[in-house]
């Protein structure tokens, strides 16, 4: 079994949906918890960083985490044709020294005019 | 200020050569990380640098693979006599230490 699981996709929605993008974890070690965004071709772009459980909010995005449930999410609201990439969750356990980052495989996401 | 830099962005060899990946990082991130991203696979952890300390080497899949790190800048990730199952996309990132990473475009490799 994966550390990080995340379904990979792909995710079809109109122009204007609410996106609800989700990762599930093994570790209850995790406490820093981010999203990133994937163009095609390009690196992964830091979307959203969060500690612990609770809401963070971004504009058009939501980053949530529920520890006790182990499951993070990322909302996307009015979402756009420009919001269709690959969405990566990623975790990591401490923030002292240096602490290796674990990805979960990507969600891709199109949304469509 | 520049992002996370690679080089080449795309990259066609013979099975059986060696090929030599670069990356320039974000200029003051002290810490550099190199990943591996397959269809389907996510991203692999490969190595991390971090200033002078001994390089975490814990992901290179074998010994035909090396990296180095010269002046705590410019990192070179090198694969020895490729194989077929090495082509991916190589993503190179840099980050201040315990702090976010930001990656580069990536290496496109083709192994035929």
């Known amino acids: 079994q994966k550390e990080v699981e995340q379904d990979p996709g792909p995710l079809s929605v109109p122009e204007g949906a609410i996106v609800s993008l989700n990762c599930t974890y093994s570790n209850s070690a995790f406490q820093y918890f981010m999203w990133y965004r994937q163009y095609s071709r390009k690196g992964p772009e830091l979307l959203m960083y969060?500690?612990?459980?609770g809401n963070k909010e971004d504009g058009r995005f939501t980053a949530q985490v529920d520890k006790s449930s182990k499951y993070i999410s990322l909302f996307i609201r009015d979402s756009q044709p420009s919001d269709s990439a690959t969405y990566l969750c990623a975790m990591r356990k401490g923030s002292g020294g240096y602490q290796k980052v674990t990805f979960g495989t990507g969600t891709k996401l199109q949304v469509i005019p | 200020g520049a992002g996370v830099s690679q080089s080449p962005s795309n990259k066609v060899t013979e099975k059986g050569k060696d090929v030599e990946l670069r990356c320039d990082p974000i200029s003051g991130h002290t810490a550099l990380y190199w990943y591996r991203q397959s269809l389907g696979q996510g991203l692999e952890f490969l190595i991390y640098?971090?200033?002078?300390?001994?390089?975490?080497k814990s992901g290179l899949p074998s010994d035909r693979f090396s990296a180095e790190r010269t002046g705590g800048s410019v990192s070179t990730l090198t694969i020895q006599r490729t194989q077929q199952e090495d082509s991916a996309v190589y993503l190179c990132?840099?980050?201040?230490?315990?702090?976010?990473?930001?990656f580069g475009p990536g290496t496109r490799l083709t192994v035929t």
């Open positions: 969060t500690y612990s459980s």
């Open positions: 990132a840099s980050s201040l230490v315990a702090r976010e990473q930001y």
């Open positions: 640098f971090q200033g002078n300390s001994a390089p975490d």
